[in-house]
């Protein structure tokens, strides 16, 4: 069966440090993945899209960015945090675009002070 | 993808049927219609999704109008457990990226 793993789980940075969130999948080949943003209260935003190694598609600009230096590894990072990059991130994997076969990972809760 | 509108929030009691209604008046021909729910403080979970015909799962019902307007999400005996932020969702099924909108909070009381 297929399974996600997104760590770490909770982080607390302070301003103007780097970032790096890794999420990976087990027992699938060439998923899509994406990354997430949760920011206080709801509203689930899309920050980046991958459908294969390297290719990685932003959807608002911004602070991050993301790699995919392998099939099923997913990076989020930042070389410098700003207050606003506060939130809860997380990461998705789906097979197909159809949009039933998203999976999402545990998330990240990211505080930066 | 057509824009979808759910009310911000619905109560319930426990053991009791809940309806989640979402109006997509925009939708094409080809969007399918997708829900997903988010428990407190974890990632969101597939319910289910359909096109015109009504669907059931083990997890809840999907009732879609006629005029594929509205849909209702409808869970037979509403738990504690099923209260979440629940998300309708309108996007081709090919080609689509999941894009969330605000949702209806649920809250169940026993």
């Known amino acids: 069966s297929q399974t996600i793993h997104q760590w770490p789980a909770t982080l607390v940075q302070p301003v103007g440090s780097p970032l790096s969130l890794e999420c990976t999948v087990e027992?699938?080949?060439?998923?899509?993945l994406y990354w997430y943003r949760q920011a206080a209260g709801r509203g689930l935003q899309l920050l980046f899209y991958s459908v294969g190694i390297g290719q990685i598609s932003s959807e608002v600009p911004q602070n991050l960015s993301a790699s995919r230096p392998q099939d099923r590894q997913f990076i989020l990072s930042s070389k410098k945090l700003l207050l606003s990059d506060s939130g809860f991130y997380l990461c998705?994997?789906?097979?197909?675009?159809?949009?039933?076969?998203?999976?999402f990972g545990s998330g990240t809760r990211l505080t930066v002070v | 993808d057509a824009k979808t509108t759910q009310p911000n929030s619905m109560e319930s009691n426990e053991e009791e049927p809940v309806h989640l209604p979402c109006n997509h008046s925009t939708i094409s021909g080809t969007d399918y219609i997708h829900w997903y729910r988010q428990l407190p403080s974890q990632g969101p979970e597939y319910v289910i999704h359909?096109?015109?015909s009504n669907v059931n799962n083990r997890m809840a019902s999907l009732a879609i109008a006629e005029d594929r307007k509205s849909s209702t999400l409808i869970l037979h005996r509403a738990t504690l457990r099923d209260a979440a932020v629940y998300y309708c969702?309108?996007?081709?099924?090919?080609?689509?990226?999941?894009?969330f909108g605000q949702g209806t909070e649920l809250s169940v009381k026993p």
């Open positions: 027992g699938t080949s060439n998923p899509n």
């Open positions: 359909g096109l015109t």
């Open positions: 969702i309108a996007l081709r099924n090919q080609g689509g990226k999941l894009i």
């Open positions: 998705a994997w789906s097979r197909l675009w159809t949009g039933h076969g998203y999976t």
